[in-house]
């Protein structure tokens, strides 16, 4: 196990009785493994923003290398737009 070091953290008298609750019931056993989960999730949570990120931002640059879009036909695109939204509906409605 790597090495431990303590801090103090405050947390609201709701968040402290979540934690001792789950501890209590068997969940958990001791408050800092809880703290030590949600801490592993954020880094998890931080890490896959970052990726996101990063794709993010490769779209856009391979966006601007594929050069201007052109003329457009705005009528066409809302055409198609609606279409797709309704067919989008129509899925999610059948999905119940």
């Not at 934690?19 to 056993?29: D, F, I, P, S």
């Amino acid at each position: 196990m790597a090495s431990v070091e303590k801090v103090s953290i405050a947390l609201t008298g709701e968040q402290v009785a979540a934690l001792k609750a789950a501890v209590e019931t068997g969940e958990y056993a001791t408050t800092s493994e809880i703290v030590r989960e949600a801490v592993r999730d954020w880094q998890l949570k931080r890490e896959l923003r970052q990726e996101d990120i990063q794709r993010l931002r490769q779209m856009w640059d391979d966006g601007i290398a594929s050069g201007p879009a052109g003329a457009q036909d705005m009528k066409k695109l809302r055409q198609e737009a609606r279409a797709r939204l309704e067919g989008a509906k129509k899925v999610a409605g059948n999905a119940d």
